[in-house]
């Protein structure tokens, strides 16, 4: 990050407690500025010393413990934060800020902070669906404060249900997010289509073509755009990876099955990424039944697939169109005449030979073909990095777009 963000963490008392001093080793690994204000009870879990080796920062947990006469610390604290976040947020505490009750250093902040407040809950499961508890989060809702819902799952009380705070490493990604959203607001409401991995052409119940696509790139952009503020919406082929926070997911397996989703939700959207390979060819004929191997030679008559690319550049009015172009050689030459052929606003052209580039790596080097402007080749980088500059010229297409 460029500038250090500025995060009040308040730590209320539960054994969750143990969660919230990872969370605040996390956020402070990933270069925020962490300041934490802990409640008595939260103090009895684990040491106010932890949180000070941790965020390297006091720790606010008595009020009246002044240390510096020229500031009055609760308030000092509460205009310091870019955010506030409560986790383990207990039952009691919900129930005094949503009451307006400031009898320790946490409420006292709460009530005197302006920032925005994020609240990550953890208590019994009959304690969170308790009518009272219920109605102070409503409270809490109305006044524009969020929440990190619980997890499921078992309890240090012994119960099994809703009530485990969510894990640190989730409610580092919501602070991300909420940052992400502040700092890129042209983004905020886009509704953004991503394509992503490879299909598969199946062939008999067990056989199928496919290629090497990892679905990394995709899911990076997929991933950054949510965090910018978008409606982000990924149709991806089949891989092992984990569906990025805050994103609609519709999996896909065969080209033909791409083609129809993207195609029915293409209309309704302002931004495609194009970054699935999916197939060009399929069986023509797909067996019941496994075919059996034999001494004897076997061919495979194929078809084409539909061009899902082609067929959106086809249909375009408004939208901002980006596709991918993964070649082997003459990888411009190639590029710049997908940008034409299939009438896209931008190309991403890399390399599938080049060492640091292509399927399967973490990271990429591209080169974006835009209509009117010489390539741009980038340096090797990661492909979040890719995905957040690819993002930057999507931004500056839509703008130029008029899309708002």
């Known amino acids: ?39 008595e009870s939260a103090a009895e879990f684990v040491t106010p010393l932890t949180f000070q080796a941790l965020s390297r920062n006091p720790v606010y947990i008595n009020t009246f413990n002044e240390k510096d006469p020229s500031k009055i610390a609760h308030i000092d604290i509460a205009d310091w934060a870019d955010v506030v976040v409560i986790a383990p947020a207990t039952a009691n505490v919900l129930g005094k800020v949503a009451n307006g009750i400031a009898d320790d250093m946490v409420t006292t902040t709460l009530l005197a902070t302006t920032a925005p407040i994020m609240i990550a809950p953890a208590m019994n499961v009959h304690m969170y669906a308790h009518p009272a508890v219920q109605k102070n989060m409503e409270t809490l809702k109305t006044f524009g404060y969020t929440f990190i819902e619980p997890g499921e799952g078992f309890l240090a009380c012994g119960y099994e249900g809703k009530g485990r705070m969510e894990e640190p490493e989730v409610i580092q990604k919501e602070v991300d997010a909420f940052f992400a959203r502040k700092d890129y607001p042209e983004w905020h409401g886009r509704k953004v289509l991503i394509t992503a991995g490879p299909t598969q052409e199946t ?46 997911f519709v999996p896909v397996t065969s080209a033909e099955e791409m083609f129809q989703e ?11 990424v194009k970054s699935a390979a999916v197939a060009d060819y399929r069986p023509q004929e797909v067996f019941d ?20 690319l082609k067929e959106l550049g086809k249909r375009k009015e408004n939208q901002v169109l980006i596709g991918f172009a993964a070649e082997s ?32 790596g973490d990271t990429n080097v591209v080169t974006f073909i835009k209509k009117g402007h010489s390539p741009e080749k980038l340096p090797m980088l990661s492909k979040s990095d890719v995905a957040k500059r690819l993002l930057s010229e999507a931004a500056i297409l839509l703008e130029q777009r008029g899309i708002q």
């Open 1 to 39: 990050m460029s500038a250090k963000k500025r995060i009040l963490l308040c730590v209320t008392g539960g054994i969750a407690v143990f969660k919230a001093a990872a969370l605040t080793s996390k956020l402070s690994q990933s270069g925020y500025e962490v300041k934490v204000v802990m409640t």
């Open 203 to 248: 062939i008999d119940p067990v056989r199928f073509l496919s290629n090497r696509s990892s679905g990394k790139m995709g899911y990076a952009v997929a991933e950054e755009a949510a965090k910018r503020g978008a409606q982000v919406t990924l149709v991806s082929g089949p891989v092992s990876l984990p569906v990025p926070p805050g994103v609609t």
């Open 262 to 272: 993207v195609t029915a939700r293409f209309a309704d959207t302002e931004l495609v």
């Open 289 to 308: 039944e496994k075919v059996k191997k034999s001494s004897e030679p076997m061919s495979i008559e194929m078809e084409r697939t539909k061009d899902v």
């Open 329 to 360: 050689e003459n990888v411009e030459a190639y590029a710049e005449k997908k940008l034409h052929s299939k009438n896209l606003d931008l190309v991403v052209a890399n390399s599938i030979v080049d060492p640091g580039s292509g399927f399967q």
